[in-house]
């Protein structure tokens, strides 16, 4: 009994790791050709590397790249091969939920949002501005302005990092974490229970189709 639910188990995780497996790395493969290609095809500039060195290091690059959405065609590959078009009901009812949730928060949101520019307004009020002491350097022109820029940048960042408005920030984007979390929680649940139906019917039958191959032979 032991050996053949090991059997079963296995032949199970073959089926996994072959549905993910050829659809991520077709997917890698793909992107890296792709990227190759335009780069084939591109024309050439006289002062750049040869194309022998090119063409594969694009390759290289662009499978590197689709590493990422492989991992969502693997998956979504997997789920389909283990559940079939159930598949599509966590993507139809998690964003709905989302996009439901946030519209009906959204005033509330909208509400706290509002105190995000007020409280930047108090927090530059009270700033000492690097850029306004480096201000003379203006006259030197076009130059002036890498160093301005980076005095800009610390000076909004800094203003962006002070107590009021971090929790200026903080409060609407806890509030809107939080009414997703309560509007995605029954989806995900609902979407997990179905998934579940599915995958066991599914599975059942797989595994009739095991044994009556086994007896056959």
Do not use: C, N
């Not at 995780?13 to 290609?37: K, N």
């Not at 693997?74 to 949730?101: E, F, K, M, N, Q």
């Not at 350097?137 to 962006?160: E, F, N, Q, S, T």
Request: charged share 10%; hydrophobic share 65%.
């Amino acid at each position: 009994m032991l050996g053949v639910m090991s059997g079963q188990v296995r032949a199970e995780l073959r089926l996994m790791g072959r549905a993910f497996g050829r659809a991520f790395g077709a997917t890698v493969l793909a992107v890296g050709a792709l990227y190759a290609v335009i780069v084939g095809l591109s024309e050439a500039d006289p002062s750049a590397p040869s194309k022998l060195l090119l063409v594969p290091a694009a390759f290289l690059y662009g499978a590197f790249v689709g590493l990422w959405p492989a991992l969502l065609v693997g998956g979504l590959r997997l789920s389909w091969v283990l559940v079939g078009a159930w598949t599509v009901v966590p993507l139809v009812l998690v964003p709905t939920a989302a996009a439901l949730g946030l519209w009906a928060g959204g005033d509330l949101i909208a509400a706290l949002a509002q105190e995000i520019p007020r409280a930047a307004a108090a927090a530059s009020a009270d700033h000492e501005w690097l850029v306004i002491g480096a201000g003379r350097l203006a006259h030197a022109g076009p130059i002036a302005i890498v160093v301005l820029l980076p005095l800009l940048l610390i000076d909004l960042g800094a203003i962006a990092l002070s107590p009021g408005v971090l929790w200026a920030l903080l409060l609407p984007a806890a509030l809107t974490a939080g009414i997703v979390a309560v509007a995605v929680a029954p989806a995900l649940l609902l979407s997990a229970l179905v998934l579940l139906r599915a995958y066991v019917v599914r599975l059942r039958r797989r595994v009739a189709a095991r044994r009556e191959g086994r007896a056959e032979g």
